[in-house]
C-alpha cells in the first residue's frame, strides 16, 4: 500500500508524469470523461432542480476497472486531470466512481508538466472545488437542454440528425449576419490622389493629397478628380512643417487561447481545432530522445496573459545572454487585463525557453515545431523592449486650399523584433531633409478609383476574436464551436474565409423565427458571466439553469402551436410537376441536400433530384438502359436511369488517372461521411490515394512523384504545390 495512484486524462500527459514523479507512483489515464449524460434521453430530471443523471461513458469499463483496481493497492489517490472546469469535472467524475475503493483521494493542479510544477503541486494538495465542478455541471444542463428540446424543431422542419447548440448557434448566426451584410452592400465610388514630388536639389518622394479646405477629401467621380489635379497642379507647393520624432511600437502580449489560435492561424494557416491538438501535444509531452517525455508549453486553454516570475527570470536571462541588455526594457511590463477574462492560469509560454526552437527540430514533427516556434518566439518578444522607429512627416501646402502629407519612417532599435519578425513588415522609407519655407516641384501626380469594400467574411481567426470581444464561449469552447458548425456542414470553409452553406442559411432563418430572444448575442453573453458567478460561488448553479430555461419554455409552448405550419415555412413551390398527381412540386431538405417532393406525400412519394439529372451520352453496361448524373450523399456520381430495377453505378472523375504505379484508376471528387470534399481513386478500397486539394494533372517538375494540387492562401494567393516534396510553382 506504499504507491501513490496519480490519475490524469491521457496516456501521453501519463508518461510524462511518471518520469517526474519517479518510483512510488502508479500515473493512469482515464482517456477523458469516464460518466456523462445518457447518449439517448434528456437525463436531466427538470422538476428536482435540474438534476443531472450520469452514467458510464460507453467503451470505458476496462480503464475504470484499472483504476480500481490500482486504487484499490494504493495509499493515495491524487486526481491530476487540467486545471480548468472541465477537467475540475472530470476530477469530480473519477472520485465519485473512485470512492467506494475508501482510498483518500485528492485534487492537484500545476500549469505545466515539469518537475517544479508536480513538486509543487503535490506539496499542496486540496479538495475538488465544487464551485468550479457545479459552473461546469450548469454549463453541461444547459447545453443538453437547449440541444435536446430545440433540435428536435430542426428535425421536423429539415431532417432528423441537425443540432442547436446553445453557443454554436450564435456562431452560425454572426456568420449568416455577415453574409446578409455583404449581399445587401453597395459598392460606393471614389478616387484618391498621390504622386512623387521633388525636392530643389533633385530628391524625390512619394506625397498624398491628405485635405481639401481643411477636410479629409471626398472625391466620387473621375470628373472631380481630374478638376482637383489641375487645381492643385496650378499652385506654389511648399513645405508647411515638418517634424521628426520618435515612435514606439510595443510587442503584443503572451498567448492566450484566443491569441495562439488566431495567430497559428494567420500564420501557418492551422483551424482552431489543429491547433488546440498540436498544443496538447506540447503540453503533455514530447520524447526527447535521453530526456524522455517533456512538457513543452504551459497549459493551453486560459485567457490570462501573466507569467510567473520563475518564467519571467528565465525569459530576461535567455533575452540578455543571446542578444545584450539592450534588449530588454526598464522594467516588468504588465499587459491589460480583457474586462471579461477569468485570469485564472497563466499565459501559454514555453516551460524552458532555453529549450529553443532549433534545438527541438529534430524531436518535433513540422506542425509541433512551427507552434512551439510561434510560443517560444512570442514569450521572449513580451519580455522584450519596444521597438523604436524614427519618424519624419512632412506637410506640403499646394495654394489655400490643398494639403499633401508625406511619411518616412526607419528602425532605430529592433527590441522585440530581434525575436519575432513580422508575418509581412512594412516597408521603411526615409525622406529627404526637408524644412518649413522649402519649394518642391511636381514630377508626377495621379488620381486613383476605388471602391468601397464590403464587410469580410469571418475567418477562424476573426469570428474567435469577435466571440472572445462579445463575451460568448471560453477558451475551452472556441474550437468546438468552429468544428460543429462545419461538420454539420451549416458552414464551409473556402480559402480561409466561412462561407453559410443554403443548410446554414435557413437553419440560422427558422432559429432567428422561432427562438430570436434566445440566440441573442447578448443573452449568450450573460449566460457565460452568469457561469462565471457559479464559479465564484456568487449563484447557485440551479437558479442559473431555471433563469434560462423558463425563456426556452415561452419559445418552445409557441412552437408547438405552429407545429402544422413550420414544415411549410421552408418549403418553396417550384415550377415543375409531379409526374405521378400533377401536383406542384416543393423543395425539401434531406441528409443529402435540397430535393423536390410531392406536397402530397405520404400518399404520393413522388421525389426528384432539385436539379434535372443531365444525360449522358453512354449507355449502361448492364443493362443498356441512359446514364444520367446524380447527386448523393458522398458528391455527384452517374447511376442508371432504370433504377432501383438497376443499380449500376460509376465514380465522376476528373479525366486525370491516379498517380499510384500499375493502379490504372482515374482521380474524382469524393465526401467524407461529414461532407467535405476530398479527391480520391475510382479504385477505393484497392488503391487509397486521396487528397484534399484538387489535382491538377501536372506532375511536379521538381520530383515527378505526385500531381501538383491547388493551394489559397491570404499570403500566397492561388499558387500550386506538390503534396510529396512540398515544392511551389505560379499557376
Request: aromatic share 8%.
Amino acid at each position: 500500500m506504499d504507491q501513490v495512484l496519480v490519475v490524469v486524462e491521457s496516456p501521453a500527459k501519463a508518461r510524462t508524469i511518471k518520469k517526474y514523479l519517479g518510483p512510488g507512483y502508479a500515473v493512469k489515464a482515464s482517456v477523458g470523461h469516464v460518466r456523462d449524460l445518457p447518449q439517448r434521453e434528456l437525463g436531466i430530471d427538470v422538476e428536482n432542480g435540474f438534476a443531472p443523471r450520469y452514467v458510464a461513458v460507453k467503451g470505458k469499463t476496462k480503464v475504470m476497472a484499472e483504476l480500481k483496481r490500482e486504487a484499490g493497492k494504493s495509499s493515495t489517490i491524487l486526481l491530476a486531470t487540467d486545471m480548468d472546469r472541465e477537467g475540475e469535472a472530470i476530477a469530480w467524475h473519477l472520485n465519485e466512481v473512485l470512492k467506494p475503493t475508501k482510498t483518500p483521494i485528492k485534487r492537484i493542479i500545476f500549469n505545466e508538466i515539469t518537475k517544479k510544477a508536480l513538486d509543487e503541486a503535490v506539496g499542496n494538495q486540496r479538495d475538488i472545488d465544487t464551485d468550479k465542478v457545479n459552473a461546469q455541471q450548469a454549463r453541461r444542463v444547459l447545453d443538453r437542454l437547449f440541444g435536446y428540446l430545440i433540435s428536435p424543431v430542426l428535425w421536423k422542419i429539415f431532417y432528423k440528425g441537425l443540432s442547436a447548440g446553445r453557443v454554436q448557434s450564435v456562431g452560425l448566426r454572426l456568420i449568416c449576419e455577415r453574409e446578409e451584410a455583404i449581399r445587401a452592400f453597395v459598392a460606393r465610388e471614389y478616387w484618391s490622389i498621390e504622386g512623387t514630388l521633388d525636392t530643389s536639389a533633385g530628391e524625390s518622394f512619394a506625397a498624398k493629397l491628405l485635405k481639401i479646405d481643411g477636410k479629409k477629401p471626398e472625391i466620387p467621380s473621375k470628373k472631380t478628380a481630374d478638376e482637383t489635379l489641375a487645381a492643385i497642379r496650378r499652385e506654389r507647393l511648399v513645405v508647411s512643417a515638418a517634424v521628426d520624432r520618435e515612435k514606439l511600437r510595443n510587442p503584443q502580449p503572451p498567448f492566450i487561447t484566443s491569441s495562439m489560435q488566431r495567430e497559428a492561424a494567420t500564420r501557418l494557416g492551422f483551424s482552431a481545432k489543429k491547433t488546440m491538438l498540436v498544443a496538447q501535444q506540447l503540453y503533455e509531452g514530447i520524447d526527447l530522445g535521453p530526456e524522455g517525455s517533456v512538457g513543452l508549453i504551459s497549459y493551453m486553454r486560459t485567457d490570462s496573459t501573466r507569467v510567473s516570475d520563475e518564467a519571467y527570470r528565465r525569459g530576461t536571462s535567455y533575452l540578455g545572454e543571446t542578444h545584450g541588455p539592450d534588449i530588454l526594457p526598464g522594467g516588468r511590463r504588465t499587459f491589460r487585463k480583457m474586462k471579461l477574462a477569468q485570469d485564472a492560469h497563466e499565459a501559454i509560454r514555453p516551460t524552458d525557453c532555453y529549450r529553443t526552437p532549433d534545438a527541438l527540430r529534430a524531436h518535433l514533427n513540422k506542425d509541433q515545431l512551427a507552434l512551439y516556434r510561434l510560443v517560444w518566439q512570442r514569450f521572449l518578444a513580451s519580455l522584450a523592449a519596444p521597438a523604436v522607429y524614427a519618424v519624419r512627416e512632412v506637410d506640403i501646402a499646394a495654394g489655400e486650399r490643398f494639403l499633401l502629407r508625406a511619411g518616412g519612417r526607419k528602425l532605430v532599435k529592433p527590441g522585440f523584433l530581434a525575436v519575432m519578425q513580422d508575418d509581412a513588415p512594412e516597408r521603411d522609407e526615409w525622406l529627404p531633409d526637408l524644412e518649413a519655407g522649402d519649394g518642391v516641384s511636381i514630377r508626377s501626380l495621379d488620381a486613383s478609383q476605388h471602391f468601397t469594400e464590403p464587410p469580410p467574411r469571418y475567418t477562424e481567426a476573426s469570428l474567435i476574436k469577435e466571440l472572445e470581444e462579445k463575451g460568448i464561449g471560453r477558451p475551452s469552447t472556441y474550437a468546438t464551436i468552429l468544428g460543429v458548425i462545419q461538420a454539420r456542414d451549416y458552414v464551409q470553409k473556402q480559402g480561409s474565409a466561412l462561407h453559410p452553406t443554403e443548410l446554414g442559411g435557413q437553419v440560422w432563418k427558422m432559429l432567428d423565427r422561432l427562438f430570436r430572444d434566445i440566440f441573442e448575442v447578448d443573452f449568450t453573453a450573460r449566460m457565460e458571466t452568469e457561469l462565471d458567478k457559479v464559479e465564484e460561488a456568487k449563484e447557485d448553479w440551479r437558479d442559473v439553469v431555471k433563469l434560462f430555461y423558463d425563456p426556452l419554455m415561452v419559445d418552445l409552448a409557441a412552437v408547438k402551436e405552429r407545429r402544422a405550419e413550420l414544415r411549410s415555412l421552408v418549403q418553396e413551390e417550384s415550377d415543375a410537376l409531379c409526374e405521378n398527381c400533377g401536383k406542384t412540386l416543393v423543395k425539401k431538405w434531406g441528409r443529402n441536400g435540397p430535393f423536390l417532393a410531392c406536397p402530397g406525400f405520404p400518399e404520393c412519394r413522388f421525389t426528384r433530384p432539385l436539379e434535372e439529372e443531365a444525360a449522358i451520352d453512354r449507355s449502361c453496361p448492364q443493362c443498356g438502359g441512359k446514364l444520367a448524373y446524380r447527386s448523393g450523399r458522398f458528391g455527384k456520381f452517374i447511376a442508371c436511369t432504370k433504377y432501383p430495377e438497376c443499380k449500376y453505378t460509376e465514380a465522376v472523375t476528373l479525366g486525370i488517372p491516379c498517380p499510384i504505379p500499375g493502379c490504372g484508376g482515374q482521380l474524382g471528387e469524393r465526401r467524407t461521411k461529414r461532407g467535405k470534399v476530398f479527391y480520391g481513386c475510382s479504385n477505393y478500397p484497392k488503391c487509397t490515394y486521396a487528397s484534399w486539394d484538387k489535382p491538377t494533372g501536372r506532375l511536379c517538375p521538381a520530383c515527378s512523384k505526385d500531381y501538383l494540387v491547388e493551394k489559397d492562401s491570404k499570403k500566397k494567393g492561388r499558387h500550386l504545390r506538390c503534396p510529396s516534396c512540398r515544392h511551389e510553382v505560379s499557376p
